[in-house]
């Protein structure tokens, strides 16, 4: 750990629970010879083997650039023991290659475990996905059931606590079943991180009380043993492989994570790798014989907080800015934390705005319609606020034509529009006035009320929607007769 993998005595203490007194003990000793093996016939090379083993064992704890060469250790050994040097260059860089194999290979051995039915596994996978037109690191959150190997799978943008809940319930809910037993690596979603008397990991306890409340048993594996959830670990990287390269295109999150159950679906219809020729499915269907039905009522599992909402109207989270309201300024408001939403609520639990919560850090959210208000009683601010950056340029070029009163009555107007419609359907309202050469605020509503009518009402009707009238015959005389006389 020390010197392979770089780890401090620090973290070797934290992971193998050794007194530091030990650990530095054997980082400092320097004998480090091998067990002894015989053979029935003494080779020339062996008479060499310890004095090569020797030196690789010091190089070591050396850094790479300063280890011996197979070449410089044969002129050691010619140089200093001749008498057990009887061998040539070449062989001495086979001894070397298999006294390296000797030292610095791993040779654990794992044993094929066997899985009972109605128990499941999870793990995380980093992957990449197109979202709001760029590449942006998500994460692939895996079940796999060893006893049939059918697996399903979640795209989330975190690996939170509340990206876990959301993408089990989500499967629970797909399957309509539970698992008795779940095993988790030691993530921070799930554990926490200290140990009880018995030396076993506790769990989160809002963790904790989502597992009692669906019914499961959580199981977390030894540190560094991914061979003892080893089904998920490949599933991990299988998933990768098929349903994520190239990239996805995921514009809405929920919408894909709903149609991605349904591929792991189709995916598990394939045989068995070892139980050929039965499928996955026919499998897992008889494994959920063995698991307890879902349970329907929502667990509230969101983490809550408390913030304070600075004089710009935003609160900070984690190192992000989210507006809340003007009207709040001063006041302490409560956040939920859900897996890819943040909710903020007055006091009194009654829900002020959302947002969409971002894992960056440095970043400000702001829904503006909710500074409308405050922007349009200033109106010579306009153009000294952040907000008016974010308008488009016929909206720039519209405002910069108004005088303050007019300015405002159009701030109340998007307000609206924004509340009702959306940013492009205002865009569509101004660009409509402009190219009419018209600019008085009051046009705005008109063009607004036109466009948001049922055209269709105007449209022509087919031949088939048409009503049947009885056919007139109507002529000028008829019209000369009611305005008393003949037309001019």
């Known amino acids: 750990m020390y010197f392979n993998k770089g780890l401090s005595v620090t973290e070797i203490q934290n992971r193998t629970t050794h007194a530091r ?14 067990p002894a093996y ?23 704890n050396k850094r790479r650039k300063k280890r011996h060469t ?39 051995c794992f044993l094929d475990l066997d899985h009972p039915g109605g128990e499941a596994q999870v793990d995380f996978g980093e992957i990449d996905i197109y979202q709001d037109g760029k590449i942006v690191t998500a994460h692939e959150f895996v079940m796999s059931f060893p006893a049939s190997n059918a697996g399903f799978c ?3 943008l975190s690996e939170t606590m509340e990206a876990v809940c959301q993408s089990m319930v989500k499967i629970f809910e797909h399957i309509g079943k539970v698992p008795s037993k779940i095993w988790f690596d030691q993530m921070a979603a799930a554990a926490l991180r200290l140990k009880d008397s018995e030396g076993k990991v506790i769990p989160n306890p809002r963790f904790h009380r989502f597992a009692v409340h669906h019914g499961f048993e959580i199981v977390f594996c030894n540190p560094h043993s991914g061979n003892e959830k080893g089904s998920v670990e490949n599933k991990v990287g299988y998933f990768r492989n098929n349903l994520f390269i190239p990239e996805p295109i995921i514009d809405d999150l929920d919408k894909y994570n709903a149609d991605l159950l349904y591929r792991c679906d189709k995916d598990n219809t394939r045989e068995h790798y070892k139980l050929k020729p039965l499928t996955l499915n026919a499998i897992f269907e008889k494994e959920m014989d063995l698991m307890h039905d879902f349970n329907p009522i929502p667990l509230d599992y969101a983490k809550e907080d408390k913030y304070r909402v600075y004089k710009n109207g935003h609160i900070k989270v984690d190192n992000n800015e989210y507006s809340v309201s003007p009207s709040h300024v001063g006041e302490h408001v409560i956040v939920k934390f859900f897996a890819n939403e ?12 959302r947002h969409r919560r971002s894992f960056d850090k440095g970043k400000k959210f702001t829904h503006w319609v ?14 000294y606020v952040e907000f008016y950056h974010l308008l488009p340029k016929v909206w720039q070029d519209y405002t ?21 419609k959306d940013f492009a359907f205002a865009t569509k309202v101004v660009e409509e006035n402009m190219n009419q050469h018209v600019t008085e605020p009051e046009a705005l509503w008109t063009t607004y009320y036109r466009m948001n009518e049922d055209q269709s009402l105007y449209l022509p009707h087919t031949q088939a929607s048409e009503l049947s009238f009885p056919n007139f015959t109507v ?11 003949e037309l001019q």
Do not use: W
């Not at 015989?38 to 064992?57: A, G, H, M, Q, W």
């Open 154 to 156: 979640q795209v989330t």
């Open 21 to 34: 007194n030990t650990i530095t003990k054997y980082l400092n000793q320097e004998d480090f010879n091998p």
């Open 70 to 108: 197979a070449k410089r250790i044969y002129a050691r050994a010619c140089q200093e023991v001749p008498n057990l040097c009887k061998i040539s260059e070449r062989t001495m860089r086979n001894i070397v290659k298999e006294e390296k194999a000797l030292i610095y290979v791993d040779r654990e």
């Open 400 to 420: 910069a034509r108004l005088n303050p009163e007019d300015l405002r009555d159009a701030l109340y107007f998007l307000k609206h529009c924004l509340i009702e």
């Open 370 to 383: 909710d500074f409308l208000n405050l922007v349009a009683k200033r109106p010579r601010a306009l153009k």
């Open 475 to 485: 002529t000028l005389e008829d019209y000369d007769d009611l305005i008393g006389g």
């Open 38 to 60: 015989t053979r029935t016939k003494e080779r020339k090379s062996d008479l060499v083997r310890p004095f090569v083993r020797s030196i690789l064992l010091q190089d070591k």
């Open 342 to 353: 943040l909710v903020i609520y007055n006091r009194r639990y009654q829900e002020i705005t």
